[in-house]
């Protein structure tokens, strides 16, 4: 079946523009997660969705960053008026187990985001 | 708070060599430890897991055991291959929290 889907999967914009990347988890996941890889911080969580609900968004930067998932499948991460430290690459990953600790994440390709 | 410390990289070995990459973490509770790898190219895939105390889990020829007394899950494989390139992550998962937690990252380059 397919796995985790993002788009795109580069997006260069300038600074003080605002980007919206896409996430498509595997079908049936309900844990979707958000994560940020960049030279500086390595491997950084974003947020968590269990559904529509985010019980975690402890890893969200500043209040430019922000995300839904609407109808349980679909999440959008929104960076507004984008500087240039938000340059990384954004993963999406998605779990079909919540609420264990075995929590097995299947990663999508990332997005590679680049401020100018 | 939970973190996880991964032996710095780059490493570089030689076809047939032993590898160990050493990972320790700190957490409270009884989190479930993974190895995520990333081929050149590609997406971060698990590589393998273990989800309680003396669990050792396995994979393509890698393992690595869970030990709580020394709080360390060190990834080790008796002889690498040049497919065996690439960038390896340690992580972690609490009980009662989602995210993962991630090491820095150790890249591995296998030479011929």
Known sequence: GAGVSQSPSNKVTEKGKDVELRCDPISGHTALYWYRQSLGQGLEFLIYFQGNSAPDKSGLPSDRFSAERTGGSVSTLTIQRTQQEDSAVYLCASSSIAGSSYNEQFFGPGTRLTVL | ?112
């Open chain 2, 1 to 112: 708070g939970d973190s996880v410390t991964q032996m710095e990289g780059p490493v570089t070995l030689s076809e047939e060599a032993f590898l160990t990459i050493n990972c320790t973490y700190t957490a409270t509770g009884y989190p479930s430890l993974f190895w995520y790898v990333q081929y050149p190219g590609e997406g971060l895939q698990l590589l393998l897991k273990a989800t309680k105390a003396d669990d050792k889990g396995s994979n393509k020829g890698f393992e690595a055991t869970y030990r709580k007394e020394t709080t360390s899950f060190h990834l080790e494989k008796g002889s690498v291959q040049v497919s065996d390139s690439a960038v390896y992550f340690c992580a972690l998962s609490r009980e009662g929290a989602q995210k993962l937690v991630f090491g820095q990252g150790t890249r591995l380059t296998i030479n011929p």
